[in-house]
């Protein structure tokens, strides 16, 4: 304790000094060490011995020293209460005090400042103090379980009141606590058994707040890692992405969970499956819990490619019973390839009053100003007027890394997967196929990687089906052989599932030729393909597509619709769907028309009776719509249907 | 222990003593205290000392005494036995013995009666005797679990014979049972370590569960709690809604779980919601067992307003599971907003089998004959000349309250919300709004919050969806600002949603005028309306309607169909639904018309093929109703389309 | 130890002594005793006294000796060190040396060999060695915990490292290792705290191995039950259920997962509810863990009668999830009442690379060299010449009676539940009901139990519902009272159901007369079935059918069809469905024409928009067929439709 700080709340309770010119005479807590005292300063103290030379005084249990008599001016007994100045500790340890003479000045209680011991180094059997932020408040059937986050690490420390009864009830999520007790080894881990645990408030919290933010901020920065392969578009968005990997190894750090929502395609889950693994990773080496990263982090895989209601309203009520059940603070939401649109802004406006951060990296169309504001990052080609190309999946390894570098191994094929998978036309494109090749995949085996990861996502609908799909994508899979058979049999399934498809429905194309010279090919799904099962309308009209610009070249357009719904997918051609749907909702009363996706690629939605209209006048859109051999469309499946 | 109770096998095992006339001669366990002795009666005695002035003698290890040498005519050495007859406890506890000389007498013993310990005030180290009925037997891997309750709560008695192997195999679910052991902390909770545990039979039986069954009585009775607002037609139902409250009070005095199953709808989830927080903190104040409200209570929303199959299958295997997993009584099924009707019966009649009580508050049209045998609670307006316009919502408040008057301030809004979201036309309803203004709520949030449950529970589908629903009902919800957002959030995307299916649907109705001079309005929702979302047909169908009467004013019939289903809205027409169901069913061959539901709401289901018949018919019935101003129909969404 | 075995890893380490011809000497352990020592042997020695008649050697802390005096040619000192040979080991344990003289030999370390402790025998407190292998590795947030199976039983052995971190981490699953520690009680099963835990190399895995494998066969031996019913037919796959039976309880002993996987109608339950019950019962007896059987099977039904994808990708990320958030094994997959068919292939070729065993009892007609190579087990009547007729129920019974032979009093009324259930014709039946008859089962309850199963099945869906399907089945319940209540329960609900669908659909079937004088039914299920309800349509068309051959007797066909779907039932007609569907698939081009199933009874799909042509195609076909009295069809539930 020194002078300047005798006043913080986390060292002494000072009176409102401010304007009070009183000396001040500190009254130490019995615990005071020589460490909280220091020369000059004034002290209350009591007469421990009388000698013929002056008398021991006591100014704790743990701090006494001599008057000399040349400085009494009346005799003392023991027991006898006075104020001293400590004059010095002498460099044997003794300390030498004067009496304290004045009449009027003000009492300063001063607690023993404890020596903290930082988390990380917390070994059973000690009697520390820790100080940190509650990270989480789990009431127990017997104790309150507090997590408490500091610079080096997250633990638990058990405080007990009645058994089911919350300890400490004045502490909140958030807080800064300090804690002390014994450690113990608890199921293995260590875990503080609570003594004391006090909130710290005014300027002890703010400095402490202040340390932690400086050591999480510290800890918080992503690893340098050179990036897989050099590509100038790529390096436009790397600083975004580096404020998300800081985002999230932050989250961590605090100890806050985190929910990642993807889009369950190929890109998606090339996408989110690393990022799941190095926070993984990363939460265990700041937890000492095993099961931290299952408590921490959760994967789950979208049908759409924007955030749906059902999605939404299953997430914050999870989100709610983690906080009612264990104390959890509200998880941070991960989008990833999905997030960026319009549609996505209702769901983050409401998230937002729940102090739920949100990140995006995505690469469709984003409408930057409706959800700028609402994301604490986002990361997304468009922004830097780059395009779909930059695929989610390419982003997301670079985003691993930056998490946990220790990866890089083990995803130097997952970009290439990506981005057949998406049918990326990016630059990079070649060199990310050769740096797979470097690893042993054949250009042949990353697609059927992709086919096979839809595949898998088509049949565990909304289950992550975390360790199958990490084997067929080959990241965080320990057998190469096991994988290979993988991919072979559920890639191999597909084909014939999509054969099938294919048998049924490309007979029944109907088949134009436009005035610009297009091909426009359609077809009712409804009738000629195959129902609930895979391939989806979305992907066979991808398929049927393919088929034809393989048969004719560009230019060429392809609608498959159903009763209610319409897929559109074109090479070559130049649409603007967003503003067909518009102009559609217009043209066709009554027809609920809606939907909308990329420039070229799309699926719109429409009530059943009106879809020869829909149809019809889509039909006459795409017999004006300009060629322009440049744009071809994505991959089919970045739409729900 | 007393000569009159001494054959009880609570306390000894007495010969079977029906006309047998010879003296009893008490045969003390060394435990037997003074309390199991008393003048009058005899017993067998070893000579413990001799003394100038007679033999002291022990009847017991605990009691001991005085035969006067001039009782005696022959010398005793110690070691002696005899038998004694108890003549007098003097003041000060000394006793005194005369010699008992019959030659011929029966032998009864009797084991010492132990001091009980009620469970509530049970603490950690003391050696304990209570006295309570088994409410589950749950075996673990390693001890048998026993919860006990007496009186004053519920405690875990944990038994080991062997690793996993079921401890007092005879001890069944339900017995009333004494058990000795020693109080140990358990997680924090205190639980028994079973020294002895002993079925109690016969009138010790009786006696005890007498007892228990006065002091459930007596706890389960109501709290008394003034009405929220003073409603003539709501007093009449009062007794009954506290026989339903009287009931699962004491269903959770017993330790028995509870299962709600509840109409996914506006009303239903304001019956649900607070009844379900009242019983948590009911059985947080009787169990010691952090984790008890979660394991004895579940609440699972139900589609349609009748106890489908689907339901009844799940529940009842959930059940069983429950008893087979973890020993637990099988529980009560609670059906709020739903259960009243001729199609819960054969449910009903199912699980009386199976020894799961079953209570109903609803307000759907009953059929009192058919469900009233099998239900051990049923409360509905229409049992008192009342109607629908009473909600369940309405009832459940003062349910709840009655359970658990501290909740009063929680749930003054909420009838408010629960008439408005089944548009009660009740004369209270102005009443109820008045008081939800008081806390706040004006007209407008009222239907936003029930649109907005309205909306989650579409989305949440088979969950409960607990923690976003209590935040939207502000029920159990810590955040006002947080509940406002929510509602905000969830009302605002449902009038979105509700917009665009009116939308695409409202220039497909077709309209006829009725001679009667009702206006009708048919529309093909399948065609005309966007399908598996939000609204849904019923719903959709309403939304319809209303803008109809707010065009036209009354008489309107809406209809609104799909292939083989149709939802009748009416305002201000006569219609009986059940009747035209029946007529539909004769009229149509093969048309499976089935269906039903109020007077002048319903749905109707039908097969595909027959639907164009169904639809001709039931226009021709609507023609032929007549006109009366005073009705009108409650929300649709009481019908599972 | 003998010089035989000193060489064994498990024993001592030896240097590569191949061809070394130097004389061994060995260097024992302190811990070694006289069990480890043999005359003839040499071993180094330290003298630890001096007599006048020669001085006593130490070769271990336990096995010490004299050298007489008469063997000496020097004087010794305590300390001294020497190498002796055993010359004898007296009556009374002593043992007498000679010095070993030559200075050229080989030194060979040994280790004490431990007295093994089985596994059964294991008890708190002991501290013991075993030896078994690994069946389960699992890691905690503390130890990391390995199950060991020995020829006795399967114990956990918690090691401990470092909170969270894996303990001996080059010890793998299937490794045979030796484990010394001491015996605790822990949660009342027995567990080892590890001391030292060694993988067994070489020969002593070899051996020890060898060891293992003939007790496990041993104690896998099927138990010895004589026939239900004496039949001919059956008796020819009675083998390969033993096979079964053998791989089965060699499974548990081993410690493996085992995943049922059954068609979800009245034979497959037959099948499966008492091989699960008969499992778990041998689980408990060979696991000391109450929960194991909790934790080592689960039973799922499957909709279709073949390994549908979206099973097989569950069932395998449910695999490699236990696997790595538990440590187990993969599991076997025991197919029953499916299993057999070509359509399962590639899901087998799948497992195959996962070390995931599976065994196959079906009795739908097999593809069996396309099957035969992938399969532990296969038993289906057709490998023998029979038929159907024997269902799996029948046969199920019989295995579940070789795992468990108590069951026997059980199960007695299954197989005439089952062979009602799929409308078996065998010769068997009639004996099969008599003996269902001598336990109280009349033949009209044996059908209302195929009936409940089967309505039970499909409100369950995919939950297994065990609880109230062994209610229903009347196995593993424990009160024949509320069995029977069920039973008519849902067996009056399904019938009703039926009734409901009849009533619609009935008056809708078209008739016309094949020349062959077949009466050939068909009927728009879509049209004038009630969807997406109990009966299904595969049902309503068998009981549509079954109505049609009452009325008319044989020969009759009916064709239910939905949209994209058409099923098959047909009795006294010679059809072959599966040449049809390959026929149509020729014919109808863009058809997408798929299916099969049994010969005279299956489903077809197609795409909707060719629905006509399909229907009109299999018309003809029908009028073509050839009558045959001896054919009718099976259950039609024996449809995924």
Redesign the interface.
Known sequence: MTADNAGDSGGGSAPDSEGDSRPIVYDLAPNCTSEDVEAGANYHAVVNGVVEYGIFVDVSDEVSGLVHESNLDRSYEVGDRLTVTLEEVKENGDIAFDVFRESTYQTVVVDHEPDLTPIAGLEAGDSVHVEGQVAQIK?????TLFRIADETGIVSAAA?R???VRAFPAVELDDVVRVGGDVE?H????QIEVDSLTRLDGDAAAETRERLDAAFEDRATPADADPLVEWPAFEKLRDDLRDVARLLRRTVLEGRPIRVRHHADGDGMCASVPVQLALENFI?SVH????AS?HLIKRLPSKAPFYE??D???D??FA??G??RHGQRLPLLLMLDNGSTEEDV?AY??LA??DMPIAVVDHHHPDPEAVEDLLDAHVNPYLYDEDYRITTGMMCVELARMIDPDLTDELRHVPAVAGLADRSKADAMEEFISLAEAEGYDRERLLDVGEALDY?AH???Y?D?????N?VLNVGCDDE??HE??VE??A??AERDVE??M??????LEHRRLESGAHLYTA?L??????FT?PAPGKTTGKLHDRKVKEHGEPVITIGYGP?FAVLRSDGVRLDIPRMVEELNEEV????V?GGGHLVVGSI?F????REEVIDSLVEKMADAELDEDLSSQAVVDTEI
């Open positions: 009431q127990t059937g017997g104790p007990f009645e058994a089911g080894s199921d293995g881990s260590v265990e000492d819990d095993a099961d299952r209601m059902e939404v309203t299953r914050l009520n709610l019973e906080r009612a209702p406006e409401n009053h729940y898998a049949w565990l609908r289950n089906g975390q360790s199958l799909v084997d052989e096991r058979e993988l049999f559920l191999t399934r099938q498809q048998d049924a429905a490309a007979s029944h009712d409804d009738e000629w393909a195959h129902r895979y209610d009363g009554g027809g609920g809606s939605k009530v059943k009776g009106m």
